[in-house]
């Protein structure tokens, strides 16, 4: 939740700044974050938190089970990575139950789902600073083992 009010403090701040030096520092603390959207109750999640170490790198953590994703949130992490398709899980259980496979989503769709159903977000999603990694491959998890060093 504080994370959430100084990301709100620091985009109106922003806005209204006419200092540039303390627009520039604004900025640069909100994109170099480390914070880490998972599932407390996903056990591959729970493993990569431990072998990556990151309570002991003070990572803020959000469960997107108990602290549901905003659409602001949602919408800083497409703009990472990319695309909301990315971003989403075709693992998920509901995936099969809404029998997604057989109908053509559109990036509309998948933000959609993502915002109504946790489940949907691939997981973790990593910040770290002002890279982002999406999901638990090997390679990615690799990949933010070597960017932590």
Known sequence: ?????????????EKISADS????????KTNTMNKI???STCDTCKRIISDLGLKEKKFIFQ???TEKITAAQLEEMQKA???YEVLFSRIARKYKELNLASKQLT????KNFI???Y???KRPVIFIGKKVFVGNSKNVIETVKAELK
Do not use: A, P, R
Request: with cysteine; net charge negative.
């Open 107 to 110: 990036e509309t769709d998948y």
């Open 1 to 13: 939740m504080l994370n959430l009010i100084q990301h709100l403090f620091f985009s109106i701040f």
């Open 21 to 28: 030096v303390t627009l520039f520092l604004c900025v640069e």
């Open 63 to 65: 469960d997107i089970k």
């Open 81 to 83: 990575v990319g695309s």
């Open 37 to 39: 959207y998972y599932l």
């Open 115 to 117: 915002l109504e159903e």
């Open 119 to 121: 489940t949907f977000l």
